[in-house]
């Protein structure tokens, strides 16, 4: 697969030769081969150009039937307000691309759907079960200090009962924590520091934590609740995403080299 993109952009400085009318007007002058493939790079819109080469290959052979052809291509005119044949000539000329062109950018989207779909499907749930650990969430109370006394004197208050973390984190938290009282997420797991998921991960519901050093801080940790991942829709749709860009990185990795 890989060898066609690579092929194709290599070639690109001796294969084009044109002139574009659009580029010509602001330059004044013709646009060469050389000099486009020039620009893609200092603009940065190779790599751009060389991932969607990669993916118009992988989809390549991917069809849909003649009801899902109809039914996206609907869908594409009512998003676009194309109510009738005059609107979508000028849809067309606005961005030069022929009528022959449209249906597979209209239908470019639900094959490749497909391709992650057929690709990385079967291998979902043992990849929900690799990910699980940092896509649980959870909400918890925090409140940080800078000095061992203080902390330590804070967490003996609401030990006692004496006063509640809500109000100590207002109070003396030094963090944005202070603003909610404490109180942080629901998050999922991967987003706090490694220590302190770790931490939470080894706690229970309503469990106090002793003040514990983390960098310049000291902190009073608290899991208030843990919401266990799902694979439900929305999270089997981010995983074929996780799964579908680590190949595409990989697949542009082996175009470069």
Not at 158 to 187: D, M
């Amino acid at each position: 697969m890989f060898r066609k993109v690579r092929s194709i952009v290599a070639n690109m400085p001796q294969d084009l030769s044109v002139s574009v009318s659009s580029l010509e007007k602001i330059r004044q002058c013709t646009i060469t081969g050389t000099e486009i493939t020039s620009l893609l790079k200092q603009y940065g819109i190779l790599p751009k150009l060389m991932q969607e080469l990669l993916i118009d290959d992988a989809i390549a052979a991917i069809a849909l039937t003649a009801e899902e052809i109809l039914k996206t291509c609907q869908q594409f005119y009512q998003q676009h307000q194309l109510s009738s044949e005059a609107d979508v000539q000028v849809w067309l000329a606005e961005r030069g691309i022929s009528r022959d062109q449209l249906e597979g950018i209209i239908t470019r989207d639900a094959r490749l759907q497909r391709f992650k779909q057929s690709t990385w499907g079967p291998k979902l749930e043992s990849y929900f079960l690799q990910r699980k650990a940092k896509l649980d969430r959870v909400i918890y109370s925090l409140i940080r200090v800078k000095e061992l006394g203080t902390a330590q004197e804070l967490y003996f208050r609401i030990q006692e009962g004496e006063q509640s973390l809500s109000e100590l984190a207002r109070e003396h938290s030094q963090g944005v924590e202070a603003e909610t009282g404490g109180l942080l997420g629901p998050v999922e797991l991967g987003v706090p520091h490694p220590a302190i998921a770790k931490m939470l991960v080894a706690s229970q519901p309503g469990q106090l934590l002793p003040p514990t050093r983390l960098g310049e801080w000291i902190i009073i940790l608290r899991l208030e609740k843990l919401l266990p991942a799902q694979l439900d829709e929305p999270t089997q749709q981010r995983l074929l995403n996780e799964l579908f860009e680590n190949w595409l990185q990989t697949e542009l990795i082996q175009v470069r080299t």
